[in-house]
C-alpha cells in the first residue's frame, strides 16, 4: 500500500470503484495521500466501499449511478466537483463479463456487455470531461486481454474493449493539447477478482491459468493499483495513449490454456 508516488489534496474518481480490481485501485490512491469518489450500482457496495477508504484519513465520497444512464453519470461528477474540486485522475474500470458462445446469448446480453464496458466508458469519459484537471488530469481506463487476444466464449467482451482501447488512443489525441494524458491498463488473471470466478470456475483452470502465464503466478489487484499510480505520477508525464499490459506476459501466449478448459466445461 505504500508508493514513491503521493496523492494529497489530488481528487480521484474510479467509475465502478466498489469491489475488485477497481476497489483495489482506490484503497491505494486512498492509502496515498488520494481523495477518493467511487461509483457504482449497488448502494451497500458504494456505502461499504466509503467507509473502507474514509478509514485511510483521507476524505472519501460516492454514488449510486449505473453507467449505462448518462444523466446519472454526469450527476455524480458535477456533485464530486463541487464537494471536492477538479478530477487530477479518472479511472474507469466498471465492467461486465459472463462466459457464453456467441450464438448461445441473446442479442441483448451481447448488447449489455457493450452498454457496461464500452457505452459505460464513454458516458464515463465525456461526463468526466468539464471537470478533468487542465493542465495534468491522468484519466486510466481498465481494459482486458481480450481487447486484442481474441478468445472464445467471449465475443461480447472482445468486442467491447477493443472499443474500450480506441477510446483510449482517440481521446489521448483529442484531450492531448489540453496536457489531459489518457492511457489503457490491462490487467492479466488477477487473484480473488469477480472476473477470474466467472472465467476460471474450478482449481483446474486457476491452476492451468497460472500455469499459462509466464510469470507462473496470478496477479494482484495492488499491482493494477500500482500501475495506475505510476501512470497518475509526474515521472509518467510523457505517457499518453499507451496500453499497458500488466499481466506477468500472459497476453503474450494468448490465453489459449484458459479458455479452452473453459469452452470443454460450457454445455455443448
Ligand atoms: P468486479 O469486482 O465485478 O468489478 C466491477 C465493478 O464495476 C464493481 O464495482 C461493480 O459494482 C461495477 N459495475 C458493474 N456494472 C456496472 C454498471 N453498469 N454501472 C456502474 N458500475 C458497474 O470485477 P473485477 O474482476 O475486479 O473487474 C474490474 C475491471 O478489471 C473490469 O473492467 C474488468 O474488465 C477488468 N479486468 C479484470 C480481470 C480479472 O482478472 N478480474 C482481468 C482483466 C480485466 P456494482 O455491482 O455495484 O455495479
Ligand atoms: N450467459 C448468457 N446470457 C447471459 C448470461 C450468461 N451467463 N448472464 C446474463 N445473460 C443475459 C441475460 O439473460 C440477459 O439477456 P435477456 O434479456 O435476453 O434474457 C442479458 O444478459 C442481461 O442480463 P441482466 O441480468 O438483465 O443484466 P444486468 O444489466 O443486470 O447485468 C451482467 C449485467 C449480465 C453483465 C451481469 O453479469 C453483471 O452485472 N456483471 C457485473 C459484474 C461482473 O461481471 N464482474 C466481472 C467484471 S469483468
Redesign the pocket.
Known sequence: MTSPFKFHDKTIFVA?GT??INLGIAKNFAANGGNVVVMS?SQDKVDAAVETLSSYGFKSMGFSA?V?DYDAVENAFSETVKAFGEIDVLVSG???????RAT??????????I???LLGSYHVLRASYPHLKKPGASVINIS?PQAFVPMQLQSH?CAAKAGVDMLTRTLAMEWGAEKIRVNSIVPGPIKD???M??LAPTPAIIEAVKQSVPLQELGSADDIANAAMFLSSPVASYISGAILPVDGGWSLSGAGVMMDDLVKLMPK
Request: proline share 6%.
Open positions: 465502478g469491489s475488485g450500482r449505473d449505462r466498471a465492467a461486465g463479463n459472463f462466459p457464453a448461445d446469448m441473446s442479442p441483448n446480453a451481447f448488447k449489455s456487455v452498454d457496461i464496458d482486458a467482451v477478482t469477480e472476473g470466478a466467472r
